[in-house]
């Protein structure tokens, strides 16, 4: 089955530390997004990539980084720079390199961190 | 800067009523328009994708309309059943400079259908 997968599906962190979660895709989609939804928030975008080895900052970039290393794969660590990273994180991907191509959207990661 | 208004925020209906789900955006240079449907703790399914050129869509007893030129569209939902309690968000493609696009979305609006 093509579809994106994200693990771990809920995530534990004590404050100060990085953390990386996962985001794979089997779609052979160029394009890849991670956002960010908290309660009674829309969906914001916080990285995204139209091809490998280049990625754009999306509008809430702070504290987190991106690699994509493979086409397959787009990884977002969120560091001890984000100041509120308790979140739902949800990744996304779309055939063409810009996004008026539709988006699918993986299951989704809730960080939490204490 | 795009901003996406989704009206209501809630919405409680009793089963078998049709249902009208409304989104505004603000800058009609859009290229597309997207319904999605998320339930809780979930990812977001995609329903229903109009085109800028488009006027509607359909799929099933989901019927969505565009009004680029006002800035609005309508997710109408007949027949609603229990399976259909979820949150719909709605979200534009805009472009966003340097060749990029970028997809803005609304709040979403929760929608209860009642047995």
């Known amino acids: 089955d093509g579809g994106i997968t994200q693990s771990p599906k809920y995530l534990f962190r004590k404050e100060g530390q990085n953390v990386t979660l996962s985001c794979e895709q089997n779609?052979?989609?160029?394009?890849m997004y991670w956002y960010r939804q908290d309660p009674g928030q829309g969906l914001r975008l916080i990285y995204y990539?139209?091809?490998?080895?280049?990625?754009q900052k999306g509008d809430i970039a702070e504290g987190y980084s991106v690699s994509r290393e493979k086409k397959e794969s787009f990884p977002l660590t969120v560091t001890s720079a984000q100041k509120n990273p308790t979140a739902f994180y949800l990744c996304?991907?779309?055939?063409?390199?810009?996004?008026?191509?539709?988006?699918?959207f993986g299951p989704g990661t809730r960080l939490t961190v204490t | 800067k795009q901003e996406v208004t989704q009206i209501p925020a809630a919405l409680s209906v009793p089963e078998g009523e049709n249902l009208v789900l409304n989104c505004s955006f603000t800058?009609?240079?859009?290229?597309?328009l997207q319904w999605f449907r998320q339930d809780p703790g979930k990812g977001l399914t995609s329903l229903l994708l109009?085109?800028?050129?488009?006027r509607e869509q359909t799929s099933g007893r989901l019927n969505a309309s565009l009004d680029k030129s006002s800035g609005r569209s309508t997710l109408y939902i007949a027949a609603s059943q229990p399976g259909d309690s979820a949150t719909y968000l709605c979200?534009?493609?805009?472009?966003?400079?340097?060749?990029?696009?970028?997809?803005?979305f609304g709040k979403g609006t929760k929608l209860s259908v009642i047995p």
């Open positions: 979200a534009v493609t805009s472009y966003s400079g340097a060749g990029s696009y970028q997809l803005t």
């Open positions: 990539s139209q091809i490998v080895n280049d990625f």
């Open positions: 779609l052979n989609h160029d394009a």
């Open positions: 109009i085109q800028s050129s488009q």
């Open positions: 800058d009609s240079a859009i290229y597309n």
């Open positions: 996304a991907s779309s055939i063409g390199p810009d996004t008026s191509y539709e988006q699918y």
